[in-house]
């Protein structure tokens, strides 16, 4: 037995995980490359070797959840690789307008059939809410109509939405709320297909990067863009809020969040799904809101994207024989890998969900429903 399997097969154990083990989080290696490559590229190697087939897991889920929790990350990491992407994200502002569309055309470009077989019928790709709901749909409405609450829409009311997906906040808001939306996002295919699907309804959706939008709004929200925004662009995006927010307007952030500031992505995921990635933490957040909003609510609903991210993995796997001619075999070990080991993230709690209301100074504090 090699020495790096024995170093892997020790830190494994930490966490209750066995190689080539009988409970369905044990790895089953399939290539002895294996143990180098995780030891030497840690969670980069981790994830590069899955796509290779180097290794397989039936529950891929639950190993990510018990190696977080037993903080094995920290265990296993390439200090050369993560200091030259250190020294990287402080030279350069990877989040730049000029780079701002890169994760449109390599993740939300990647194909509206692949988002259509995997998300709900309103396509909302972010964290559903399931207090009370039992089914996908029902958590996704959920969600949508606790944003609209938070904020406090009432008729008649004009909202920006920055990151508009493919318009499902938008749809739903006008439709239920009787609201008129401007979303804008990075992705061709997005603005495309949510035009298509909020026709007739006071929607705009625009192909724009977020610091270029002007006008004045009643609300100022996102509902997943804080993760593209990038730690030298979290003040600016404040200020692109306060510059279209009207004097006693109401702003929103729903994003995933992290324990700890960081200034760099996790490394498998910047390269393979959201490129130029970044998750803000509480601090964060709240030095870019320093003098400029009154933080009026945060809640964390972060438990409640373990089972969104299982429902679209159930929904992917389902659809998988019709996609797999367009999308081939490394594509389905990439995405597989990448829904059950954010599902994992979620479940051990490194990974947070918050919803964040704030007002500007003087604002009476609004008289929203915030849960």
Not at 197 to 214: F, N, T
């Amino acid at each position: 037995m090699q020495k790096t399997e024995l170093i892997l097969r020790e830190l494994l154990s930490l966490a209750d995980i066995e190689i080539n083990g009988s409970d369905p989080w044990d790895v089953q290696v399939r290539d002895d490359r294996f143990y180098d490559r995780v030891l030497g590229d840690s969670s980069l190697g981790l994830g590069e070797s899955y796509m290779d087939g180097w290794w397989d897991c039936l529950a891929i889920d639950e190993f990510i959840n018990r190696a977080l929790k037993a903080r094995l990350d920290e265990k296993v990491k390439n200090e050369t690789r993560y200091l030259y992407q250190a020294i990287r994200a402080r030279l350069i502002n990877r989040q730049s307008s000029s780079r701002a569309y890169e994760v449109g055309i390599k993740h939300y470009d990647l194909g509206n059939d692949l988002y259509r077989a995997m998300l709900d019928k309103r396509l909302n790709y972010t964290c559903a809410y399931w207090k009370k709901a039992k089914d996908l749909d029902a958590a996704q409405e959920a969600k949508l109509d606790l944003v609209c609450r938070k904020i406090g829409l009432k008729p008649g009311m004009k909202i920006l939405e920055l990151g508009c997906g493919w318009g499902s906040f938008a749809k739903f808001a006008a439709e239920k709320y009787g609201v008129s939306v401007v979303g804008v996002t990075v992705s061709k295919e997005q603005v495309a297909l949510g035009m298509e699907l909020c026709k007739g309804l006071p929607v705009e959706l625009r192909l724009q990067d977020y610091r270029a939008v002007q006008g004045k709004f009643d609300a100022v929200i996102s509902i997943g863009v804080m993760e593209h925004v990038g730690y030298k662009n979290y003040r600016n995006y404040m200020e692109v809020v306060d510059r279209c927010l009207k004097e006693d307007g109401i702003a929103f952030v729903h994003t995933i969040g992290g324990n700890k500031s960081i200034t760099t992505g996790e490394p498998w995921s910047d390269k393979y799904i959201f490129p130029n990635g970044m998750l803000p933490s509480i601090s964060q957040l709240g030095v870019a809101m320093e003098n400029l909003f009154v933080m009026e609510d945060l809640q964390n609903i972060g438990p409640h994207y373990d089972p969104t991210l299982m429902a679209w993995h159930a929904n992917f796997e389902k659809a998988w024989p019709e996609l797999k001619q367009k999308y081939g075999d490394r594509f389905y070990r990439m995405w597989r890998y990448y829904l059950l080991s954010s599902a994992g993230g979620f479940r051990s709690r490194s990974q947070q969900l918050w919803q964040i209301v704030f007002t500007r100074f003087g604002t009476r504090q609004p008289d929203c429903r915030f849960s």
